[in-house]
T-cell receptor, first 114, second 113 residues
């Protein structure tokens, strides 16, 4: 069975500071990994995904994530936070077969302060 | 126009009532999914469908049923709503390739009194 753990249900950073949102997964087969963002009163939007190939993945809005198999991690980073980054972020895992069902973490609420 | 639409966007109902949530997509995807979101729990899969004749239970299907009326339409029903089904419900669609992305609708906020 696969699972996702997001450390920190709430993260607060200052505008211009580094954003680091943590995600660890467990999967018995090679995973596909995703980060989604949810702005208030909206649906989920894909930020980035890792399937195969390069382990450093760049997404929209300046975010990136690195797949580290040895650490079973897929942490999301952004060098400089902007007020518009305030949202809830979800890490998710799936794998080939099994209907490609997504298993989500419990989410991290990012707050950006002046 | 949005690729994945959900109706209604907001609904208040009473315990014991039957309610249907609808999802339509224009992406031409075969696969469709229903999730519910609860604070602190993330999203959990209720049902998913690979095509009109292929319906599968997710991790929390009890108390729910679904209907895939056409490739583009996937409805979720609560036969007899109860208060702990109060949640935000999302529909998602995906192409058949294993590496393809799931695209989410805007959500339906349901309150069961």
């Amino acid at each position: 069975a696969q699972s996702v753990t997001q450390l920190g249900s709430h993260v607060s950073v200052s505008e211009g500071a580094l954003v680091l949102l943590r995600c660890n997964y467990s999967s018995s087969v090679p995973p596909y990994l995703f980060w989604y963002v949810q702005y208030p009163n909206q649906g989920l939007q894909l930020l980035l995904k890792y399937t195969t190939g390069a382990t450093l993945v760049k997404g929209i809005n300046g975010f990136e994530a690195e797949f580290k198999k040895s650490e079973t991690s897929f942490h999301l980073t952004k060098p400089s936070a902007h007020m518009s980054d305030a949202a809830e972020y979800f890490c998710a895992v799936s794998f080939t077969g099994g209907g490609n069902k997504l298993t989500f973490g419990t989410g991290t609420q990012l707050k950006v302060e002046l | 126009d949005a690729d994945v639409t959900q109706t209604p966007r907001n609904r208040i109902t009473k315990t014991g009532k039957r309610i249907m949530l609808e999802c339509s997509q224009t992406k031409g995807h075969d696969r469709m999914y229903w999730y519910r979101q609860d604070p602190g729990l993330g999203l959990r899969l209720i049902y998913y469908s690979f095509d009109v004749k292929d319906i599968n239970k997710g991790e929390i299907s009890d108390g729910y049923s679904v209907s895939r009326q056409a490739q583009a339409k996937f409805s979720l029903s609560l036969e007899s709503a109860i208060p702990n089904q109060t949640a935000l419900y999302f529909c998602a669609t995906k192409g058949s390739g294993s590496q393809e992305t799931q695209y989410f609708g805007p959500g339906t906020r349901l309150l069961v009194l």
